[in-house]
């Protein structure tokens, strides 16, 4: 009877676990399918991750060497830029700020939305906030594009310059260069007519044997810009100033004038050039490449406003050496604030309404 009784306790016993086994085998696949369950019956939820996938790829884009990716993605959804105002941008001297500021009235003439952030800074600076998206065009120099940003070897002619940085922006950046100007800004070092006779200065090549007794007026960048001081010692040897000091833009010519630097660095549509006779020394070994000025523009901004190739290529035939300088020369030396005199100039030549 004992027997029996164990004989049914195991059975029981047996039993249960067979049940308690079943109901862990079936709790498994119910615990297991939930997630995914839940991540498919939420249609948001699929274009949410996949949103958040693309992310970063997108923002991996706006490293230097990717930087031009994102301008292609703007135009070709149909631009980003649309319906935003174009900005209007400068580097932080006198000649960008006067046809940066041309470019922002001829805009709004043509009815385009604009915002203004001239000034901005140097060349890194503001290539930076063009690749970025921060700012939508400013004018730039052939010379500088070419072997400042895209690290070119020197070259001389004019076309040939502007056609290479032209198509290597496009490649690289996806940035437009509109048309070049007549004006040619080249790189200069320049001194007083004292210094000058004194030292027997006419070229870079006297220059490069007398540095070491004469003090330099630096800019910013000239240190280390290939077509700075680095360039000047690799072509003409030398160049070994008894000083170098760092002047703001606007200062470096009054260093030179006030006797604290004998030679400084300049450029050739400097308007004090003519306004304080200065000497400017001869390149005569041809260091420095055309410095034409022309309007840099994203290709998602000009996708959402085509009509700023022509209307600032039509401005750009316009702007040339003779005439930037003078303007130049209102602003730094008869203190006249740049917008009046950019302003005043477009409307002499019949450019701006009145």
């Known amino acids: 009877m004992k027997r029996k009784r164990w004989a049914l306790i195991a059975g029981l016993f047996l039993t249960l676990s067979m049940l ?5 085998t079936e709790a498994t696949p119910t615990t297991v399918p939930a997630p ?33 990716e994102t301008p292609t993605t703007a135009a070709s959804t149909g631009g980003s830029a649309a319906g935003k105002k174009v900005v209007v941008s400068s580097k932080n001297f ?30 890194d600076i503001v ?22 940003i895209l690290k070119q070897d020197v070259m001389n002619d004019d076309q040939a310059v ?23 800004d080249t790189q200069a ?34 240190q280390d810009r290939p077509d700075g001081l680095p360039g000047l010692k690799k072509v003409y040897g030398g160049f070994d100033f008894k000083s170098v000091d760092i002047f703001d833009i606007g200062l470096k010519y009054k260093a030179l ?17 003519a306004g304080d006779n200065l000497v ?39 702007i040339t050496n003779d005439m930037i300088a003078a303007l130049n020369w209102e602003v730094d030396g008869k203190k006249r604030d740049y917008a009046d005199v950019a302003k005043e100039w477009l409307t002499n030549q019949g450019l701006l309404k009145k």
């Open 36 to 68: 995914a369950a839940a991540a498919t019956d939420t249609p948001a939820a699929a274009p949410a991750a996949a949103t958040n996938t693309t992310a970063p790829a997108a923002a991996a884009t706006d490293t230097p060497a990717m930087a031009g």
């Open 20 to 24: 308690l086994a079943a109901c862990g």
């Open 189 to 222: 070092l320049a001194t007083t007519h004292a210094v000058a006779d004194k030292y027997s200065l006419k070229t870079l090549s006297d220059l490069s044997t007398k540095a070491g007794e004469l003090r330099l007026a630096s800019i910013p960048e000239f």
């Open 257 to 273: 004038l006030d006797g604290n630097a004998d030679v400084a660095v300049a450029f050739s549509t400097d308007g004090a050039i």
């Open 127 to 148: 290539q930076a906030a063009l690749l970025k998206g921060d700012i939508s065009l400013y004018p730039e120099y052939t010379g500088t594009g070419l072997t400042v």
């Open 280 to 318: 400017v020394l001869e390149d005569d070994k041809k260091l420095w490449p055309p410095y034409h000025v022309a309007p840099v523009v994203r290709d998602d901004v000009l996708a959402a406003y085509p009509q700023i190739a022509g209307v600032l290529n039509g401005l750009s035939p316009k």
């Open 162 to 184: 502007y056609d290479k940085v032209k198509q290597m922006y496009q490649d690289q950046f996806k940035l437009t260069w509109l048309d070049q100007s007549p004006m040619n």
């Open 94 to 123: 006198t000649e960008e700020e006067i046809i940066g500021e041309m470019y922002a009235l001829m805009l709004e003439q043509a009815g385009i939305p604009v915002e203004r952030k001239l000034n901005l800074g140097t060349v």
